[in-house]
């Protein structure tokens, strides 16, 4: 009774993982001004909240990057940030938003990493939040 229990168990988690997965949304990250920092960005739906992963290629070590969602396109960005993000640290960064991931998909916004706190106004990488059909 105990195995048949554990393999129930472990088949649910299995499950409600594959579906967590399932509604993700992956943002290409791009690099910008020649920083050749590129990487992605993974939106994962938590209910009414979004878990934002920022994974940075080339990022500089021990240096924390501001990161942002704006609304807008990299192209053309509000410069007011709509959700502040953690820092990227070495190249990560987690933080969990206060808004459901169909909020974030519904209007035109884009996540932005910025060299320094010092430098803000140098944008190092840039995508566009767009669910990918």
């Given at each position: 009774?105990?195995?048949l229990f554990m393999v129930v168990l472990l088949a ?13 949304v992956t943002i290409r990250l791009e690099a910008q ?101």
């Amino acid at each position: 009774m105990s195995r048949l229990f554990m393999v129930v168990l472990l088949a649910s988690v299995s499950a409600h993982a594959a579906l967590v997965l399932d509604n993700s949304v992956t943002i290409r990250l791009e690099a910008q001004n020649n920083s050749g920092q590129s990487g992605s960005a993974t939106l994962v739906p938590e209910g009414d909240k979004t878990r934002v992963v920022i994974e940075l290629l080339n990022a500089p070590a021990g240096v924390a990057q501001p990161a942002h969602i704006h609304s807008g396109s990299c192209d053309k960005l509000d410069k007011a940030p709509k959700w502040p993000l953690e820092e990227v640290k070495n190249g990560r960064s987690v933080t969990v938003v206060a808004a459901s991931i169909d909020t974030l998909l519904k209007d035109t916004s884009a996540i932005n990493i910025h060299k320094s706190a010092a430098d803000i106004q140098t944008y190092v990488s840039c995508g566009n939040i767009v669910r990918v059909m």
